[in-house]
């Protein structure tokens, strides 16, 4: 008996009469927990009473006004970097849309409904010894309000242990001011054991939307440099904590993968660049290496997660030593000096490289000496820290 | 808001679960995400601006819950192999059982099926849309935002490699000349 062999067409067909499955649940009942569901998640949205919403929309336009008020007194109008950015709203250059002109050139409109009043963007080292005060800096896990990213946010503190940074900013900072939702760690007591975080939360802390991404979040907490690279759990003292779908856990070893980063806008004004790990990716599924990572930035990405680089645009990347990179643009592509757009893009490759341990990046054939906070006539190294927040 | 959701459902429901369904490949599981699915197409229907069709938005939607829910499982899966003290037995079971529409199919269906999981993720949602959804080329690229040429490849590399298995497959060889069901 001859083996058959199949063929392309064979499978075509055979693919095209798999049966149809049948939803069991009728149409009235999926309707009714459909419904259920859409009222659970609504209520459950409504975490601000309503007065408040006027309140917090003055509290925004204050806080955006205090930043730049003094800071155009004291520089003549010239942005600090790091600090909240205005988006210039009439502007037409303001949309991260990609078209491809005639004589082949990428360029870049900006989208006045897309650019972002308050952008978070990461800080240089250099920055935090340039002052007469000591400075340092930490960085803690947040939750989107959808439960659908853990995004981290960098605070500039006094120097501290590790841990009590955590600990401060987890009392200090109001996530809601950023259109952030408090984090599961504000719940817990922090401590630590021989290089080992302890996390203790009293039983039931953890809510079930807040678990798919609680180990993106706590490793954006306490590894996003390699500070820790261990976390235990404890309920009031006894070892393991029951999450509602994981059971009972001790405790999981950390990481923050090296990945492609998106920009995600909240919805308040504030916009923060985060990577696909940030979105519950594993490390497994992300780009083997910068080169790649830098491929998959045109294109949005799910959860919110849009590009910051422009389709179209073919970076060369050369590996210059164990730490160091050449990142050079094509002929076609000019960066703009005074474009936030084009800083964040160049913010998002930073972190990028420095994600896949490449401190230093060199920046050739921008079009442009500096844009930003950045020279780019000489290599960039120490990027710290990601979507700083600074306190008014 | 039932009235919304009276018109998808009698219009899109069957298709969307049928894809559901041969994305996770779990009943119980598809039936819970087409309520998510409905969730999120409800929430946001009203800002759905009409710059894709209404059929190739939903499945864009149905298609990011369905790898949501593929890289959460993958994840726990991971995690309860390394580092919990519960073992489910459920979370590390390899196969979910075959649908009883499937069971009654002859033994090259289900060799297909089995087949399909081997399967890149890219290749399985092209291949569910293309022929079992009997979506376009065009819709194909519209659901999983890729361009034409994308979806061509990925469905060209697909069928060769189910047919590099199949092949590889024995005993089908007499149903296959009946060309019954």
Redesign the interface.
């Known amino acids: 008996?001859?083996?058959?062999?199949?063929?392309?067409e064979?499978?075509?067909q055979?693919?095209?009469?798999?049966?149809?499955?049948?939803?069991?649940?009728s149409?009235q009942e999926?309707?009714l927990?459909?419904?259920a569901?859409?009222e659970y998640?609504n209520n459950k949205g409504k975490r601000l009473p309503t007065w408040s919403l006027p309140a917090l929309a003055t509290a925004c336009a204050l806080v955006i006004f205090g930043v730049f008020a003094p800071e155009l007194v004291k520089n003549g109008g010239t942005k600090e970097q790091n600090k909240v950015v205005q988006h210039e709203a009439k502007k037409e250059s303001n949309e991260m849309n990609t078209t491809m002109t005639t004589d082949g050139e990428v360029s870049l409109k900006f989208d006045n409904k897309t650019a972002p009043v308050s952008y978070h963007g990461p800080i240089q080292e250099s920055s935090l010894q340039s002052t007469e005060t000591e400075r340092d800096w930490v960085t803690v896990g947040y939750l989107d309000e959808q439960a659908q990213l853990a995004i981290p946010v960098s605070f500039i503190t006094k120097p501290n242990q590790y841990l009590d940074k955590v600990n401060e900013q987890l009392q200090k900072f109001k996530p809601a001011s950023a259109g952030l939702m408090e984090s599961p760690l504000q719940r817990a007591k922090i401590t630590e054991e021989e290089e080992t975080v302890i996390i203790d939360w009293p039983a039931g802390s953890i809510y079930e939307a807040e678990e798919?991404l609680l180990?993106n979040l706590i490793a954006l907490t306490f590894s996003n440099e390699n500070q820790k690279y261990k976390v235990e759990f404890r309920t009031e003292g006894k070892t393991?904590y029951e999450f509602p779908?994981?059971?009972?856990?001790?405790?999981?070893?950390l990481e923050v993968p090296g990945a492609p980063h998106f920009r995600y806008d909240a919805p308040t004004t504030d916009t923060f660049i985060v990577s696909l790990f940030s979105a519950?990716?594993?490390a497994d599924?992300m780009p083997a290496d910068l080169d790649d990572a830098l491929e998959v930035m045109d294109?949005?990405q799910?959860r919110g997660l849009k590009p910051l680089l422009p389709k179209n645009l073919e970076l060369e990347v050369k590996i210059t030593g164990k730490h160091s990179v050449e990142i050079t643009f094509p002929d076609s592509f000019k960066l703009q000096p005074d474009n936030q757009e084009h800083q964040m893009m160049i913010d998002a490759i930073l972190l990028t490289a420095k994600s896949y341990d490449y401190d230093t990046v060199k920046f050739n054939n921008t079009g442009l000496e500096a844009i930003g906070p950045y020279q780019l006539n000489k290599p960039i190294e120490g990027i710290k820290g990601q979507n700083v927040y600074h306190y008014q | 808001m039932k009235e919304t959701f009276d018109r998808l459902y009698d219009e899109y429901h069957h298709a969307l679960f049928q894809f559901l369904f041969y994305m996770v490949r779990n009943r119980e599981s598809a039936e819970d995400l087409v309520q998510e699915v409905y969730i999120r197409v409800l929430n946001a229907y009203k800002s759905f601006e009409g710059k894709s069709s209404e059929k190739t938005w939903l499945y864009s939607i149905a298609r990011h819950v369905a790898i949501d829910w593929l890289r959460k499982q993958s994840r726990r899966n991971k995690r309860f192999l390394i580092f919990d003290i519960k073992e489910s037995e459920s979370l590390l079971k390899d196969q979910d059982p075959l649908p009883d529409e499937l069971l009654a199919k002859k033994e090259s269906y289900k060799d297909l099926y089995k087949m399909l999981k081997r399967c890149t993720l890219d290749q399985q949602q092209v291949l569910v849309l293309r022929y079992i959804q009997s979506l376009s080329i065009s819709e194909t690229a519209q659901v999983l935002s890729w361009t034409e040429s994308k979806v061509k490849t990925t469905q060209h590399r697909a069928i060769k490699e189910l047919r590099k298995w199949l092949d590889q497959q024995p005993g089908l060889e007499e149903e296959l000349k009946d060309g019954t069901n």
Not at chain 1, 1 to 8: L, R, V, Y
Not at chain 1, 245 to 252: A, D, E, F, Q, R
């Open positions: 008996m001859e083996p058959i062999k199949w063929n392309d064979k499978i075509e055979h693919l095209k009469s798999l049966p149809p499955i049948k939803d069991r649940q149409k999926l309707y927990k459909v419904e569901k859409v998640k798919p180990k393991g779908n994981y059971g009972l856990v001790k405790g999981w070893n519950g990716q594993e599924d294109e949005e799910e």
